[in-house]
């Protein structure tokens, strides 16, 4: 077979393109430079914590309650008796007697309140019992109250002052102006130990004409 030499010239030179060409096509792919990706997009979404989870946290906590004490205080100085009143006529001793009887009877931070209001009276409300009186039992409706005793295993507590006034209520009988026991907790939980012996003493032969409130913080003769 006779080969024509410009044929096969142009054959081969068609194969050497053709090598070529696909060669620098495969290289392309393989060296083609892999494109980049934002840093934005290979960070994970933000997360956000529920409402109602910040609004928890940015809650401020609440502040303890105070605590209530009145076996803290200090009460002032006492008038000095025969202080006149406006009319001119002294009412002797008086204040200066309801006024030891405040702190003798009462807890220091109740007594504290009550002689204050009595040292504030002009000098005919010093002179006035019942105005006397009235500073008295502001200050024990003002008195820290104190708690009713628990049961325990289905067996109340001992309870001081539910005894007391449970003995207050039946020492007045029949009479009708017995307290009742809410009004008796009141008095009694701003007084001392000796003010509610007093009190007691007092209402024993006084419920019907002075009651509760005239027996408060009375040092009896």
Known sequence: MVIDRTSFMVAVGSLLVGGAGGYFAGERNVLQSTPTVGVAELQPPP??????????SAAPAAAPAPVCDDTVGTAADCPAPGYPSEEGVGCGALPTKRCQDFKQTMKPRVAERAVACLNALNPGLRCDASRLSLCAHRALMDACPEPEGAAVAGVPASDELAVRCASLVQGCGSTGAAPSVRECRAT???LSSFGRDQMASCMKTHCADKGLVGCEAMVQP
């Open 47 to 56: 997360t956000h914590p529920p409402p109602d989870l910040v609004a928890t």
């Open 188 to 190: 009694l939980a701003g």
